[in-house]
């Protein structure tokens, strides 16, 4: 059987189901790589929450599996919401890279003023940890972001390090440590989502990474617990049972953060629960302030 394996058409999105095909070589499966348009590759000049946040990449190729065009898709695992539409399985995630953000820049630290991301997590935290700086909404892929910054439209960009090191990038700037900039929930981690049928899940399972698994579980239950999306800012970040979280204002100034040893999920459940409770006025003004209605 040649599974046809459906991505987004960044390079970045190509290299990452290019590694699944080569995965499923080496376990014996001749694949197809298939491009799917998404509407958050064609809507570069709006904010994400404005489309449906992270989770506007994953819709179409989330139809396309359960349509059968194709037999998988692959995402970067932050981008697939908490609510997923029956039939569908995650039938494997990849060994996890890199969960750290990295701030490209060719100025020195002391002089950057302007900073572009779209994240609303990455902004707070610069702006809780870099003090008086200017973080200017930036969308589209890797390489058009490095143009901006090339161009000089910003004196740095935030990038996801696993996809520099995906795309064999070396670029200056600072790596930003996951304990300080707690990275957004299963940052680094690919997942391949197929059809809830047994035959492909046979096929894709060798690809799967038991500890990985267990690590971006804990999180997206702490996730699912807190609600808020990628409207409120907050990281979540699990590393052998070790869980630091947070959630900031927009602005940056005040935070909740909690920290624990994580062994089951029920423990997870318990967790999000009391960071949800502690972080409640923050996700309340969050949602407020995106004019947005938060439906918990």
Known sequence: MSVRIGTRGSRLALAQAERVAALLLDSGHDSEIVIITTEGDTALGVPLHE???????VRALDDAVLSGRIDCAVHSMKDIPARRPAGLATCAILTRDSPADFLAHTISHREIRVIGTSSTRRKAQLLRHMGDVDVRQLRGNVDT???????????????????????GLTIPGTRL?????????NQGTIAVVCRDEPALCRILLPLDHPDTR?????????????????????????????????????????????????????????????????GKELIREAYERLGIRDER
């Open 51 to 57: 489309i449906g946040g992270q989770g506007v990449f």
């Open 145 to 167: 972001r490095l143009r901006k910054l090339a161009e000089s439209q910003y004196d740095a960009i935030v990038l996801a390090e696993a996809g520099m090191e995906r795309l």
């Open 177 to 185: 440590s996951p304990d300080t900039f707690v990275p957004s929930p």
């Open 214 to 278: 267990t690590d971006v579980g804990i999180e997206r239950v702490v996730m699912e617990e807190v609600g808020g999306g990628c409207f409120t800012p907050q990281g979540i970040h699990a590393q052998n049972g070790h869980l630091i979280a947070e959630i900031l204002s927009l602005d940056g100034k005040r935070q909740v953060r909690r920290e624990a040893d994580i062994s089951s999920t029920e423990q997870a459940r318990v967790f999000g629960q009391e960071l949800r409770r502690e």
